[in-house]
């Protein structure tokens, strides 16, 4: 990307996964049991690796979600942009 990001993706990715719910408790303790990590710190990466390996459809619908909204984004910003020049060029007139 030659835009610097919102966030930090590095940042994100190694996040600790706090325990909060039922549910993160529950894949807290699959993820570390599956990894057996050095610390008893689980990160979001770690997560995700688990997740893509023992349930890639989980995450195969969200990434295709998220590319389907940036997509239709996209089409949005282009409409945008080329209705922007259309009314600066009937301005010109």
Do not use: C, H
């Not at 990434?63 to 600066?88: M, P, S």
């Amino acid at each position: 990307m030659t835009k610097q990001s919102i966030f930090d993706i590095r940042e994100f990715l190694d996040k600790e996964v706090k325990s909060e719910s039922k549910l993160k408790d529950l894949v807290i303790d699959y993820v570390g049991n599956t990894l057996s990590p050095d610390s008893d710190k689980i990160t979001v990466e770690q997560t995700i690796e688990v997740f893509a390996r023992e349930f890639p459809e989980f995450l195969l619908v969200i990434a295709e979600e998220n590319w389907v909204n940036g997509y239709t984004q996209a089409l949005r910003d282009v409409e945008f942009n080329q209705k922007k020049e259309e009314t600066a060029a009937e301005n010109e007139e």
